[in-house]
């Protein structure tokens, strides 16, 4: 892998749909890396989480959008006032959040999580 940043940035850019999964992550608060023996986990809709980074620090709401394509996650009520009053959602990168509840509506990633606590408790 090169060590030039521009080729680092690219790559990142570029990267296919099952990779850009793993780097939307976000670290999980105290809680769930005890209960589920793992550091981080990719950001979905339904997540509730806090900002860790940035003017909206310590905010806590629902995701409510996950762009991939730009690397942000748009939470709800997270907003910026454009010239027109309008209001329109602010991008928050995954590095800069911590998820504080998880959404397990999806059987998928119940499964997984089940699967690493059992490979922790082993």
Do not use: C
């Amino acid at each position: 892998m090169s060590e030039k940043a521009r080729k680092q940035r690219k790559r990142r850019e570029n990267a296919p749909k099952h990779k850009k999964r793993k780097i939307m992550s976000s670290m999980l608060s105290e809680r769930l890396k005890d209960r589920y023996g793992t550091n981080s986990l990719p950001v979905i809709e339904g997540d509730e989480v806090e900002v860790m980074r940035g003017s909206f620090k310590g905010h806590i709401d629902k995701v409510a959008e996950v762009d991939r394509r730009n690397e942000k996650v748009f939470i709800e009520d997270v907003t910026v006032e454009k010239a027109d009053e309008s209001k329109e959602p602010f991008g928050v990168h995954p590095s800069n959040l911590k998820i504080r509840d998880l959404d397990l509506s999806d059987p998928w990633r119940k499964e997984k999580l089940e699967n690493i606590q059992e490979e922790d408790n082993e």
